[in-house]
């Protein structure tokens, strides 16, 4: 298998909205996963040619949030240009966990920090299921394992580091 040059903590933009916000202007806190979940999903297109949706479509396989956990650190306002990074934390032959930092335009502010664990899902059998070689192949590639072990003490780590991650 030809080893691949990927970019392991894609970064994307986007725009807080109006409609996704407070009457105080801030993002509401069921949105940032709103945000977050769809910056992932276009990183994965985008960076790795894995489309979940294709993918559930062609081979009756995809994921399924199993977990979430999510550490609000500062208020997204709205029409606000914020910046997600994601990166795949820890992965088996039957889960992916990715982590979702949301940073300010600068990326000198973290937001919030949404580690989700997503299990793979046979559509047909409707149970979980095994990655193929490839897909483990594609995971071991991507894995970035953390030191930190609890959200918490992540998410203290970077707000306290406050320092922006390189962009490929």
Not at 22 to 43: C, Q, T
Not at 96 to 117: C, F, G, P, R
Request: proline fraction near 4%.
């Amino acid at each position: 298998m030809t080893m691949h040059m990927y970019n392991k903590k894609p970064v994307s933009s986007a725009i807080i909205r109006f409609q996704d916000c407070d009457p105080f202007g801030h993002l509401n806190n069921s949105k940032y996963l709103d945000y977050m979940i769809n910056a992932r999903e276009d990183h994965l297109i985008r960076e790795y040619d894995l489309d979940i949706f294709r993918m559930a479509r062609t081979e009756g396989k995809s994921w399924v949030v199993g977990h979430s956990e999510i550490v609000y650190m500062k208020p997204a306002l709205v029409m606000e240009s914020v910046k997600i990074q994601s990166q795949l934390i820890d992965f088996s032959e039957k889960h992916v966990q990715a982590e979702m930092i949301m940073y300010n335009e600068t990326m000198d502010q973290v937001k919030a920090v949404l580690w989700s664990k997503f299990v793979h899902y046979d559509l047909k059998a409707l149970r979980s299921g095994i990655h193929t070689p490839e897909l483990m192949g594609l995971l071991e590639q991507l894995h970035e394992p953390l030191e930190e072990q609890r959200l918490e003490v992540r998410a203290k780590k970077l707000a306290g580091v406050q320092m922006s991650p390189a962009i490929n």
